[in-house]
Nanobody
Framework: QVQLAESGGGSVQAGGSLRLSCAASGYDYSNYCMGWFRQAQGKEREGVALMYIAGGRTNYADSVKGRFTISQDNVKNTLYLQMNSLRFEDTAMYFC??????????????????????WGQGTLVTVAS
């Protein structure tokens, strides 16, 4: 059974930082994508940052490039999202996801490129302006 457990959300002032964690277990594939999506109230879910776990290639949404960093700890089977210079518009529920992609070692945000996906319950990030 695949389990993804996010943590690290909270409230922060604009310009501050948070680090999200996603502890994963039970996903028995060797080449997969893992990463973060977010959904603000009243908006559709959007991709934030993804990593091809086997090779480490990353993909970031334009809105977070230069501010967010995705990383992994293979020993702990944990994925992280370091979020710096947070903005009010970063306020959202952040979800950890794992899936098989069909775009080689590049992980796409597009739904059509994701298979066998699993999602965590989410962790709320609130940025006060």
């Amino acid at each position: 059974q695949v389990q993804l457990a996010e943590s690290g959300g909270g409230s922060v002032q604009a310009g501050g930082s948070l680090r999200l964690s996603c502890a994963a277990s039970g996903y028995d594939y060797s080449n997969y994508c893992m990463g973060w999506f977010r959904q603000a109230q009243g908006k559709e879910r959007e991709g934030v940052a993804l990593m091809y776990i086997a090779g480490g290639r990353t993909n970031y949404a334009d809105s977070v490039k230069g501010r967010f960093t995705i990383s992994q700890d293979n020993v702990k089977n944990t994925l992280y999202l370091q979020m710096n210079s947070l903005r009010f518009e970063d306020t959202a529920m952040y979800f950890c996801a794992v899936f098989i992609g069909n775009t080689g070692d590049y992980c796409s945000f597009d739904r059509q490129n994701r298979y066998l996906e699993h999602w965590g319950q989410g962790t709320l990030v609130t940025v006060a302006s």
